[in-house]
């Protein structure tokens, strides 16, 4: 792999990669998932961020909630969830989340949100309601993937009691990058801290975190990234694609082929991350379960999980 992805650009959305391209499920299954949330009027990430697998995933009947609204006070430069005036949190919320989870016959759960820099606990009470609304109507593990809370440690102390059997937050990019995806307010120091506050609270809690890669970043940068988040007690790695959403959206510097991202993945396990998914559709809560389940095994290893990805019937070799 060479040491800068060299792709450069921001082509139109039918110039993508072959294994870039993939068919869209149809189905019942996917109907039923996309009613559901309908009729709980709950939000979903996979829909509010436009995620390129959100159709395979409706028609699994799982999908990865959004709690707090659908409404965010940042404006990350990567991100297409609306930006606005914000409403209090809804205190029904958590139930219609548990409501939706037993439905879809969830037995792992993500819960994400929106970035809340207008409450004071930037939504952690609201977390912690929505675990245990979860835990009582369908006893399903829990992942949770909240904001930064703006620095706030008693934000995440909050939530780590509330004893979730994953928490994971997405560093998102490198440390070069961070302002111009993540915003002027996010702060890599603090992301790196959060997980080491994390493990004192919590020694036991399983840690995870995602990157978004094609923004520019190096392959040094990665892998320094790696050590930094390793350093901080992560053990959970995901590495996707970046895909632009929407035209107000940062652009696409390079596409990253499969096998850089298979090798960036060895390179991970090696390491010592206990997890890694890696491919061009992976994303921070996809195909979770498969990630967390292996800690449960009598026979517990280190390894890299294979994250099931249709691929085209021939892929490039560059």
């Given at each position: 792999m060479s040491e800068t992805f060299s792709t450069a650009g921001s082509p139109p959305r039918a110039s993508l990669p072959r294994w870039?391209?993939?068919?869209i499920p149809k189905g019942d299954a996917s109907r039923f998932t996309a009613r559901l949330i309908d009729e709980l009027s709950l939000v979903t990430v996979c829909e509010e961020a436009k995620c390129p697998n959100r159709m395979e995933?409706?028609?699994?009947?799982?999908?990865?909630f959004m709690i707090l609204g659908d409404v965010c006070t940042r404006r990350c430069g990567f991100c297409s969830v609306a930006k606005g005036k914000t409403r209090?949190?809804?205190?029904?919320?958590?139930?219609?989340?548990?409501?939706?989870?037993?439905?879809?016959?969830?037995?792992?759960?993500?819960?994400?949100?929106v970035t809340r820099d207008d409450l004071p606990d930037g939504g952690a009470e609201q977390f912690v309601r929505t675990i245990a609304a979860v835990r009582q109507r369908c006893g399903a593990t829990v992942e949770v993937l909240p904001s930064d809370f703006a620095g706030n440690g008693a934000a995440v102390d909050r939530v780590v009691d509330a004893a979730p059997e994953v928490y994971n937050h997405n560093t998102e990019t490198v440390p070069r990058l961070y302002r111009a995806v993540r915003g002027r307010k996010a702060d890599y120091r603090w992301t790196l801290e959060m997980f080491r506050r994390i493990k004192r609270r919590n020694p036991a809690m399983r840690t995870k975190s995602g990157l978004m890669l094609g923004l520019g970043e190096t392959r040094g940068e990665l892998l320094d990234t790696f050590a930094d988040l390793l350093e901080a007690g992560v053990e959970m790695l995901t590495l996707g694609q970046y895909l632009q959403p929407s035209p107000e959206c940062l652009p696409v510097a390079c596409f990253v082929t499969p096998q850089e991202f298979d090798e960036l993945g060895r390179l991970a396990r090696t390491m010592g991350f206990r997890r890694v998914a890696s491919g061009p559709f992976v994303r921070s809560s996809y195909h979770a379960r498969d990630m967390v389940a292996p800690f449960n095994d009598a026979a517990e290893g280190m390894g890299e999980v294979t994250v099931a990805v249709p691929q085209p019937s021939s892929c490039p070799t560059t």
């Open positions: 870039l391209k993939r068919n995933c409706y028609s699994h009947r799982t999908a990865t209090p949190p809804d205190p029904d919320e958590p139930r219609r989340v548990a409501e939706a989870a037993w439905r879809l016959g969830l037995r792992h759960v993500v819960i994400t949100c």
